[in-house]
């Protein structure tokens, strides 16, 4: 079973930066999985893509208007994705849930879930 467990949430004021850790232990993960990334939900609002990052290759894919400010990445040797988030927005603020599937870079359904981290942007 693979378990992924994110880290670096925190508060920080707009027009900051935090970056997303998120570890995937199991070492049948690329297995079972192709993509790994992330979604959020703000308060009071529904679950959205934010990006996803295929391990084979690295090729990245983005939720509409986050890229550009958001960059996904990966470290295959330690099984870990990231995600760096720059110029934040207090409309950014939500709980960050990394993610893991197949096909999930399109069909943006994640199949494995972390159990999210609270990332709150102060105007």
């Known amino acids: 079973q693979v378990q992924l467990v994110e880290s670096g949430g925190g508060l920080v004021q707009a027009g900051g930066s935090l970056r997303l850790s998120c570890a995937a232990s199991g070492r049948t993960f690329t297995l079972i999985f192709d993509d790994m990334g992330w979604f959020r939900q703000p308060p009071g609002k529904e679950r959205e893509f934010v990006a996803a990052?295929?391990?084979?290759?690295?090729?990245?894919f983005y939720g509409d208007s986050l890229k550009g400010r958001f960059t996904i990445s990966r470290d295959t040797a330690k099984n870990t994705v990231y995600l760096e988030m720059n110029n934040l927005k207090p409309e950014d603020t939500a709980v960050y849930f990394c993610?893991?599937?197949?096909?999930?870079?399109?069909?943006?359904?994640?199949?494995?879930w972390g159990q999210g981290t609270q990332v709150t942007v102060s105007s």
């Open positions: 990052i295929r391990w084979s290759g690295g090729s990245t």
């Open positions: 993610a893991a599937g197949r096909g999930m870079a399109t069909t943006q359904k994640g199949t494995s």
